[in-house]
Nanobody, 121 residues
Framework: QVQLAESGGGLVQAGGSLRLSCAASGRTFSTYAMGWFRQVTGKGRAFVAAISSGGGYRNYADFAKGRFTISRDNAKNTVYLQMNSLKPEDTAVYYC??????????????WGQGTQVTVSS
């Protein structure tokens, strides 16, 4: 089992940047695909980005391409989401998630508690 804890959210002005981190427990982190999702109040959870266990495969939602970068440090059991050129519509709770196996599958088994990102105009 994997426990996940996000950090790095906050309030930022439009055009600014934030880097989210997600620390994972357990010694098998390097075998898990990791993903980031976001949720706006009253709406469903939306896929943002995913990265394979070794980091060689990355996938992004269309709105994230060119602005967001997912990365991971398996030595630190941590996955990151660098978000640049933030827009007010990026305001949401951001969740990290983990699953064994392929990052091409968007069904995740383990979820963090989420971190709030608020982008002011």
């Amino acid at each position: 089992q994997v426990q996940l804890a996000e950090s790095g959210g906050g309030l930022v002005q439009a055009g600014g940047s934030l880097r989210l981190s997600c620390a994972a427990s357990g010694r098998t982190f390097s075998t898990y695909a990791m993903g980031w999702f976001r949720q706006v109040t009253g709406k469903g959870r939306a896929f943002v980005a995913a990265i394979s266990s070794g980091g060689g495969y990355r996938n992004y939602a269309d709105f994230a391409k060119g602005r967001f970068t997912i990365s991971r440090d398996n030595a630190k059991n941590t996955v990151y989401l660098q978000m640049n050129s933030l827009k007010p519509e990026d305001t949401a709770v951001y969740y990290c998630a983990a699953r064994p196996g392929s990052a091409r599958n968007l069904e995740y088994d383990y979820w963090g508690q989420g971190t709030q990102v608020t982008v002011s105009s």
